[in-house]
């Protein structure tokens, strides 16, 4: 594999894709000078917080691909779980469940933001429709209420009525 600036090339040995796949059977089915297969991809590397992402540039439509982010999913499924815990009267305030879970109160507190936001924000990340620069740290600072609002601050676009 090969990064550059705006490119990513990997190199794919088909003999070893092949038996991979296939077993050995076809393996041995390539000629020695085309036993590699070459893929180059337009694609970035970028620092968001803790994590270095490619950044696709965007298809024939105008969308950028994306894909989930792992911190995010686990962050708005423990706000909603939590949120539901709280709201059957499971658990009595936010501090009860940080003793519960483990986390301190700080970090559940800013998980728990995470079940208001906004329908179209959550749809977005669990299918990884996500600006490529929101990170969890991003998602829980000072989250407003107001979903315009949160679109707005989080990178996504704004919605006609």
């Known amino acids: 594999m090969e990064i550059d600036q705006e490119n990513v090339k990997l ?10 796949l296939l077993g050995d059977r076809l ?18 590397l970028k620092r968001h917080g803790r994590e270095v992402r490619f950044v696709l540039p965007p298809n024939r439509h105008g969308e ?11 962050a708005i499924a423990r706000a909603h779980h939590w949120y539901g815990r709280v709201t059957e009267g ?5 501090r009860s ?3 519960q879970t483990g986390f301190n109160g700080r970090y559940v507190s800013r998980i728990l933001q995470c079940a208001f936001l906004a329908p179209d ?15 969890l740290r991003k998602l829980w600072n000072n989250l407003p209420t107001n979903w315009s609002e949160q679109r707005k601050r989080l990178g996504f676009p704004a919605r006609s009525n």
């Open 27 to 44: 393996a041995g089915s390539f000629p020695a000078h085309q036993d590699r297969l070459y893929l180059d991809v337009a694609a970035r």
């Open 97 to 99: 469940l940080a003793q």
């Open 90 to 94: 499971n658990i009595p305030n936010p």
């Open 11 to 20: 190199f794919v040995d088909k003999r070893a894709l092949c038996s991979a």
């Open 64 to 74: 950028i691909p994306g894909r989930p982010i792992p911190s995010l999913l686990k």
């Open 121 to 135: 924000i959550i749809e977005a990340i669990l299918d990884g429709r996500q600006p490529h620069d929101l990170t």
